[in-house]
C-alpha cells in the first residue's frame, strides 16, 4: 500500500535536553573513534559511487565546505563556511522533529542535523536522519545559493501548509525534489536528493535501474502523488536545473492547492488515479 507518511510529532514535547526548538548541543567531542569511522567509511563509498552521478552543485558543496576532512564535521566549524557562503547553519536534533518545527528551522536558514550517527553494523538502514544523512546529504547544496533559497522558501510553504491543511501536498514536493530528486546537467540526469545521495544502493539503482519511473518535473503531479518512506522509490520526478525549480515555487502554492481540490492522488508505481477505500 502506498502511502505517505508523515513524521506526524506535531504534539510531542522536545525530549529532556533539548530546547523548545528540538535542538541540542551537538557536543561533538562526545563521537567515539568508531563514529568516525563510521562516516570515513560511509564518505569514501559515496564519494566513489557519486561520481558521474552526483549533481555538480553537490561536489562543489563538499569542496567549499572542506567536508572532506576526515571524521564527523564538527558544526561550529561547519557553520563558520556555510554561514558565509550562503547565510545558512546546521543546527543539532536529536531525530526526527514534529513538521511545524522542522519547516521554522528550514525557513530561518537552519538545517536541523541528527545528533547521532548509524551504527557499524547498519551502514545501508537507518530509521531516523543520521548525520551523515544530513551533512553528507543535504548540507552541500545548501552552499549553492539558488538550492539555499529554494529550501528555505519550502521551509515558509511548509509552515503555510502546515496553518492551511495542506502539508500532505507540501510535504510530497519536500519529497521529490529535497529527499529524492534528480536533475538533468548537461542533457544527462544527475542526483540532488539527499536521500539518494547518502544511499549506496539507491545512487545506482535511481539512474540506472530499468524498474521505477523517471517522469519530468511536473508540479501538480508531484503534489499527488504518494511516496513510499520504505523502500528504493518507484518514481523519481526530473528538473531541469535548481533555477527552474525555484521558479515553480516563487507564486506560492496556494492558487495550486485549490485547482487541485477533489483531485485524486497518484500512485507513484503507476501514476494511476488510488481510489479512495470505499
Ligand atoms: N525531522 N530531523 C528531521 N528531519 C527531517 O527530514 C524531517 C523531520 N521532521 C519532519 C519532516 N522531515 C517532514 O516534514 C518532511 O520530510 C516532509
Ligand atoms: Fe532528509
Known sequence: M???THIGLDT??????????????????????????????????????????????FFEGLDLLKLSKPGIPDFDELNERLFA?????????????????????LSHRRFPAGNFIRAATSLDYLEEP???????GHVPILADHVAADFIQHLGALGLEAHANGTLQRLARLYWYTIEF?????????????????????????SLESDVPHRA???????LRTRYRT????????VIDSFEALLETVSEGLDHLYEALEGTEDLDPHTADEVRKAA
Open 2 to 4: 502506498t502511502s505517505d
Open 12 to 57: 510531542a514535547k522536545p525530549p529532556l535536553g533539548a530546547a523548545a526548538d528540538w535542538t541540542i548541543p551537538q557536543n561533538w567531542e562526545r563521537f567515539t573513534p568508531v563514529d568516525h569511522r563510521v562516516w570515513d567509511l560511509l564518505f569514501a563509498r559515496q564519494q566513489e559511487c557519486l561520481k558521474g552521478r552526483a549533481v555538480k552543485q
Open 85 to 105: 557562503r550562503t547565510g545558512w547553519t546546521v543546527v543539532s536534533v536529536p531525530g526526527l522533529i514534529p513538521d511545524e518545527v522542522f519547516f521554522e528551522h
Open 130 to 136: 543520521d548525520v551523515f544523512h544530513d551533512v553528507f
Open 181 to 205: 530528486g534528480l536533475t538533468m546537467e548537461a542533457g544527462q540526469r544527475r542526483i540532488y536528493g539527499a536521500g539518494i545521495l547518502s544511499s549506496f544502493g539507491e545512487s545506482v539503482y
Open 216 to 222: 519530468r518535473f511536473d508540479i501538480n503531479q508531484v
Open 230 to 237: 520504505d523502500s528504493f522509490q518507484p518514481r523519481y520526478f
